[in-house]
Structures are given as structure tokens and as C-alpha cells.
């Protein structure tokens, strides 16, 4: 077994009394940089102490996802071992998170997928306190939990020595307050444009008329009228291989694909504006990467000139990169986690001097149960839910900050082989107008200790 050392601030020699600690039992350990091909366990101790903040978040998690995939061939097929050890507060960021620490968080992700993609394994993602603990009081605690701890996949271990361990509770919206966005109030939406955001848009705008900035990764042009006619995708290709023929250019396959997955985007993200415009918004949309501080800054400014200061974020942006653990590169990695975390980051960069009124991230039912396939988006997704507790204590009631954890859609992404899966397994999906109107109704809800909410499907009920 591999233990990796801590952070800076961690108590000095921590990994060396884990070791020790270990080895009293019987149980043969070394402090190491990374585990190799021939260990089956690891304890990741490089959230206890790190120097925390938005630049570390990307490296640290990226350096856990290496290490997992090493240990990926080995546990997937027999015994061994994964443990994360991280500072949220030995709380899971429920409460007195640091800001910084909250950028930190998403280790908890890769451990919940872990289990799900090797059950035989032992998997454990722990939150510690080191407050005035020494190396050998921390190894301790850490070393006892895993010798005789129940079997409770998150523990928090606080410096009082209590042992704290989530579970989720089911809640219904009762007696919804005010509606905390004005008439004609300004905000910005990353994703917004496609997959199921614009129904969520829509039933906001009927509720009140709002002035929405969509920003989305496709540019949109102007559509020859020679392709006006071509109203599916079969058509557009047909057109499109016709059209380089007349051109008298070769053309493979893939090429027009691509061609017809831009056009068909474009026309999904004009049909998106008018549907809103019909709403009551006032909506515009602008093609920008939502990790480019710069260019999404000027957009706001843009859009501020004529409509005033952002009142609220919608944070929905997101890409997929399905592979389980032992397959899935760092490349797809990087690109999963960076739209999700890098794009938060943008969003509350740009807007850090507008008065919010509301902070909506959409996150995932995979960041709280983990899925196999999808270490990447759990761990991205549980980062947005810690800097969304971190957020909500830090601004208090100046500003209602909700992390919904959302379960899979009767639509956007979820296709008709994707549904069928869902059926099988008893997976309810979340209709469209029910999962809309439940977002209206959560950010009239209280504050209270509800911002990372879990909402799925029951039937043909959203609940919480």
C-alpha cells in the first residue's frame, strides 16, 4: 500500500505516521509519490494541507485520477484499497468551509464512482480537521476509521473526535417564499442554449420576464437558403453531399457529419432565442469558451451597458467523456472537469462586483452517488457543490445559492437507447415540465441548509 505525502500545511511527517500506524497492525505500507503498477492500495493524502484555491483545483484532481487509473487494472479485478483524505470543513463543506478548500472538494467524486465501477474494492473518501492535531493524532484517527469504521463510503472526521457521515433526506417544497428575481433583472447562463436548459429558461421567463445572456460554445452564422428546405438531418446531409458535388470537391463522410451537427446546433440555439423571445425575455446569446475569463467578460460588459448589473448566474455548461476509470484519458479527464470547474470560476470571476441575487449551479446525481464511466463529471460536479456551500456561507442571505443535483432528463442528452437503459435499471426520468417548474419553486424556497439538493424522478413526480 502507497500512502502520498501531504500538503505544506499538514502536520509534518503525517504520510510517515500513517505508515507507522499501519505497520502496527501488520499492514505493509511506504510513503510514496504515487502508487505503481504492482500496488492495490492507496491512501491519497494530498487534500490534507494543500495550498487551496481555484489554480490547484484542476492538478490535484487530476493527479488523483492518475493515480486511480493505476490502480484501475488491479482493483477491478480483486481486493485492494482507494482512500482520499481532504479538508472541507470535517464537514463535506455542510459547514465553516473555507473558500479556498471548497475548489479541493471533488475527491469524494472519484471515490463514489470508484465503488461503482470496482464493488470488491475497498473505497473510502474521509474529511478531516487537523486543528491543532499532531502527525500521530491525525494517523490515528485516520488508521482507526479505516481498521474499524463502519462501512459508510464519506466520514468526517472533526478534531472533537466525533465521527460525522452524510445521509440524504427527502424533502418537499412547502410554503415557497418570494420569487427572488425582479422583472426585467439580468442573468447570465452558461449552456444555456441547448439540451434542457431552455425549458428551465422558458418556465423562469413565464414566471417573471427576465433579460437572459446565453453563452454556449458554437458560433452562430448565417445558414445558406439554399439548406432552408433541408428540415432534418437526413435532408442536410443529402444537400450538403450535394452541394460539394456541384462544387465538384470530395467529401468523406465524417466531414459532413460534422457540417450537419454545426448547422443542425445553430438552428437548436436560433429556435432557443425566439422560444424565449415568445416567453417574454429579452434574450441574446453569444458564442464564447466559458473558461476564457477575458472573452466572457466582455460579453457582460457588453450586455451591462443595456440591461445594467448581472442579478443572477446560471452555471449549466457541461460535456461528457463516458469511459470507466482503467479507459478514460487524461485529455477527456481535463476537458470533463475543466467546463464544469473552470466555468464556475469565469462565472463568479466576472460577476464578483454585481449585487446576485441568485447562484444556480446544475449539477449531478452522479457527483452524490457516483456512475460508472463518469469519475470526471462526479468529481467536477461535487466541486461545484462544495463552492456552492462556500458561497451560500460566505454571502448569507444577500443571495440564494442552490447546487442542483440533477438525475437524468426525459430529454436533452437522454436518447431512446439511453432511456431503455434507464427503464431497466428502475431509473425514473425527470419529465421536463416537472423538472422546470421544480426550479422556479426551489429558488423560492428558503435558504435554510438546502443548497446542494438531489432531485430525481419518482413516477412522473420531480422531488427533492
Not at 173 to 193: K, M, R, T, Y
Not at 369 to 382: F, L, T, V
Amino acid at each position: 500500500m502507497v500512502v502520498t505525502p501531504a500538503g505544506p500545511h499538514a502536520p509534518e511527517g503525517l504520510a510517515q505516521s500513517v505508515v507507522a500506524k499501519l505497520g502496527e497492525v501488520g499492514v505493509n505500507a511506504r510513503v510514496d509519490d504515487a502508487p505503481g503498477d504492482q500496488d492495490d492500495g492507496l491512501i491519497l493524502l494530498a487534500g490534507v494541507g494543500a495550498d487551496g484555491g481555484y489554480a490547484q483545483s484542476q492538478a490535484l484532481h487530476a493527479r488523483a485520477f492518475e493515480m486511480a487509473k493505476t490502480l484501475a487494472p488491479r482493483l477491478q479485478q480483486s481486493d485492494g484499497f482507494l482512500v482520499t483524505v481532504q479538508q472541507s470543513g470535517a464537514s463535506f463543506g455542510m459547514r465553516d468551509l473555507p473558500a479556498d478548500q471548497a475548489w479541493l472538494g471533488g475527491l469524494t467524486g472519484l471515490v463514489k464512482t470508484a465503488a461503482r465501477e470496482w464493488p470488491q474494492a475497498g473505497l473510502k473518501a474521509l474529511d478531516v480537521d487537523t486543528a491543532g492535531a499532531s502527525a500521530e493524532d491525525l494517523a490515528q484517527r485516520i488508521v482507526s476509521e479505516l481498521l474499524q469504521g463502519g462501512d459508510e463510503r464519506e466520514v468526517a472526521l472533526p478534531a472533537a473526535g466525533e465521527r460525522l457521515a452524510l445521509r440524504a433526506l427527502e424533502a418537499r417544497q412547502e410554503n415557497p417564499g418570494a420569487f427572488p428575481l425582479q422583472p426585467h433583472d439580468f442573468l447570465v447562463v452558461s449552456g444555456g442554449a441547448r439540451g434542457i436548459t431552455p425549458d428551465i429558461l422558458a418556465a423562469l421567463t413565464r414566471h417573471t420576464p427576465l433579460r437572459l445572456l446565453l453563452l454556449g460554445r458554437t458560433p452562430v452564422e448565417e445558414e445558406p437558403a439554399a439548406l432552408a428546405q433541408a428540415g432534418d438531418e437526413t435532408a442536410l446531409k443529402r444537400a450538403l453531399f450535394a452541394q460539394a458535388g456541384a462544387r465538384g470537391e470530395t467529401v468523406t463522410p465524417q466531414q459532413i457529419g460534422a457540417q450537419t451537427a454545426s448547422i443542425l446546433a445553430q438552428r437548436q440555439i436560433r429556435a432557443t432565442l425566439e422560444s424565449l423571445r415568445a416567453a417574454g425575455a429579452e434574450a441574446r446569446y453569444v458564442a464564447a469558451d466559458i473558461a476564457d475569463v477575458a472573452a466572457v467578460g466582455a460579453a457582460l460588459d457588453a450586455a451591462r451597458a443595456q440591461w445594467g448589473p448581472v442579478a443572477g448566474v446560471i452555471h449549466a455548461a457541461g460535456v461528457l467523456a463516458d469511459k470507466r476509470i482503467a479507459d478514460k484519458t487524461l485529455d477527456q479527464f481535463n476537458r470533463v472537469f475543466a467546463t464544469k470547474v473552470d466555468g464556475l470560476h469565469t462565472l463568479l470571476t466576472v460577476t464578483q462586483n454585481d449585487p446576485l441575487k441568485v447562484i444556480c449551479l446544475f449539477s449531478s446525481v452522479a457527483a452524490r452517488e457516483g456512475n460508472p464511466g463518469q469519475c470526471d463529471y462526479a468529481m467536477a460536479n461535487e466541486v461545484l457543490n462544495k463552492v456552492a456551500q462556500a458561497e451560500a456561507q460566505r454571502r448569507g442571505g444577500a443571495c440564494v445559492v442552490k447546487s442542483i443535483n440533477w438525475g437524468p432528463w426525459d430529454g436533452g442528452m437522454v436518447d431512446a437507447g439511453l432511456r431503455r437503459h434507464f427503464h431497466s435499471q428502475g431509473i425514473g426520468l425527470i419529465p421536463l415540465t416537472e423538472g422546470a417548474r421544480f426550479l422556479v419553486d426551489e429558488l423560492r424556497c428558503s435558504q435554510g441548509d438546502a443548497v446542494e439538493v438531489v432531485v430525481g424522478a419518482r413516477g412522473t413526480d420531480a422531488h427533492d
